[in-house]
């Protein structure tokens, strides 16, 4: 059985999380943990939403992709693809629009690329701020080169991936389910 991921990529606060974690429990698809220098949020655990690295220890990884995402250090691994996929053939991951190019790239038809987007961007910020985040780093975010380019499905996507307006989450999660029944029987 040939292995595969879903790669759940948009702006901040499209709700890639909520997709990739909906994607869990209902196929049980593993979730690829990724490494960040970014600090933890209020109710996020390190080894579960991501693994929280020093600006030294972040290095020390061996990485299939990285980036810097409004001043901060994320990096997903080989090691945490191959241990998601030893368990299960399908595996989910929540990449940032470069990260989803570079995985694309990488890995052809392995990776299954959905890109989320919602009607007004005021609405990316209302969500963030719902969810807790700081105001600072939602101020910062806002006003970060990646935010704005993630508003849109990258160039090099166009064609090769699924787009889903995330507005409504009942109608998001049938959309994946649409998608996911093309490869998973
Ligand atoms: N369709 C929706 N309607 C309303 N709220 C939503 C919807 N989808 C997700 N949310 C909520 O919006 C907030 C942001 O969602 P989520 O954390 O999944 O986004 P994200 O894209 O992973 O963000 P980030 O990249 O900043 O980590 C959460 O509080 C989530 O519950
Ligand atoms: N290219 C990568 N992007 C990643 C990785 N882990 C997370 N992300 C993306 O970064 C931004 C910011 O995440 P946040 O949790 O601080 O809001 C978001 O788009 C994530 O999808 C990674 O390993 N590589």
Redesign the pocket.
């Known amino acids: 059985m040939k292995n595969r991921v879903f790669v759940?990529?948009?702006?901040?606060g499209s709700g890639?999380?909520t997709v990739r974690n909906y994607l869990h429990e209902r196929y049980g698809m593993p979730r690829v943990i990724?490494?960040?220098t970014?600090p933890a949020r209020e109710n996020e655990v390190n080894g579960v939403d991501?693994y929280f690295e020093t600006e030294t220890s972040f290095f020390k990884r061996h990485?299939l992709?990285?980036?810097t995402?409004?001043g901060?250090h994320?990096?997903?691994s080989y090691e945490g693809l191959q241990s998601a996929w030893h368990k299960n053939p399908d595996a989910t991951?929540?990449?940032?629009?470069?990260?989803?190019v570079?995985y694309k790239q990488k890995l052809g038809d392995q990776a299954v690329i959905i890109f989320l987007r919602v009607g007004n961007p005021d609405e990316l910020v209302r969500r963030m701020q719902t969810r807790g985040d700081d105001t600072t780093m939602v101020a910062k975010?806002v006003k970060s080169q990646?935010y704005a380019r993630?508003l849109q499905m990258p160039r090099q996507l166009v064609g090769k991936a699924y787009e889903i307006v995330n507005t409504d989450l009942a109608q998001t999660k049938a959309k994946i389910d649409q998608i996911v029944a093309k490869y998973v029987d």
């Open positions: 759940i990529t948009g702006a901040a890639k999380t990724t490494h960040t970014r991501y990485y992709e990285s980036v995402y409004a901060h994320y990096g997903s991951i929540v990449l940032d629009g470069a990260g989803a570079t975010r990646e993630d």
